[in-house]
């Protein structure tokens, strides 16, 4: 392959992306062959393999284009607000989080993940959801310490009792969305879940 240019390698990269997502999305990850993603992108086989060591590799770079770390939601609204509360910082990420996940290419990506990718290869599906969510319940639960710490938190609620139970309702809430997306916004029942579960663990 002729050598191109940063931004010419980057573009053949980000199009043989959108090329795998629209034919996961369509067939399943297991069904699809690099040969028809490179097909869907007008590209031959060899470019994928020049951009990705194989299918898993490709599907993992999909999931980070849509990856949403709980730390980085939080960098983000606490650059907008001055507001050093952990119940407001926890409340502030899951309303930008709903955001980002009500566009398009979001739904697709995770749904891909949840209901379109079984277990094959290098690739494990159940694997990647796991990490996705402890790294998301971890985080959590340091911003509920940091509320207990400063007298936020009910005294009969530990801080990992609350994370839990902000987990278990984000969890039961994305894959009630992935299974049916277009019977209820993600961002109004999700931000008027978080903050029924907010009234309820803070200290009155």
């Known amino acids: 392959m002729a ?89 502030l990420a899951c309303h930008k989080g709903f955001a980002r996940l009500a566009q398009p290419r979001y739904q697709r990506v995770y749904s891909i993940l949840v209901h379109r990718c079984e277990f094959f290869g290098d690739i494990d599906p159940i694997a990647m959801q796991n990490a996705m969510a402890n790294e998301s319940c971890g985080a959590l639960e340091e911003y509920f310490q940091c509320a207990a710490a400063q007298g936020q938190l009910r005294d009969d609620i530990a801080p990992e009792q609350a994370a839990q139970l902000l987990q278990a309702t984000l969890g039961g809430l994305f894959h009630d969305w992935l299974r049916n997306p277009d019977d209820f916004s993600i961002e109004v029942r999700g931000n008027a879940l978080v903050e029924a579960l907010l009234r309820l663990v803070q200290r009155c």
């Open 3 to 91: 050598r191109k240019t940063k931004a010419e390698a980057e573009a053949t990269r980000e199009a043989l992306l959108e090329a795998a997502e629209a034919v996961f999305y369509a067939k399943g990850v297991a069904r699809t062959s690099l040969e028809e993603v490179a097909r869907q992108a007008g590209m031959t086989r060899g470019a994928v393999y020049w951009h990705f060591k194989n299918k898993g590799d490709l599907f993992a770079a999909l999931l980070d284009r849509v990856r949403l770390p709980f730390q980085e939601l939080v960098e983000e609204v606490r650059a907008d607000s001055h507001n050093d509360s952990p119940l407001e910082a926890i409340r």
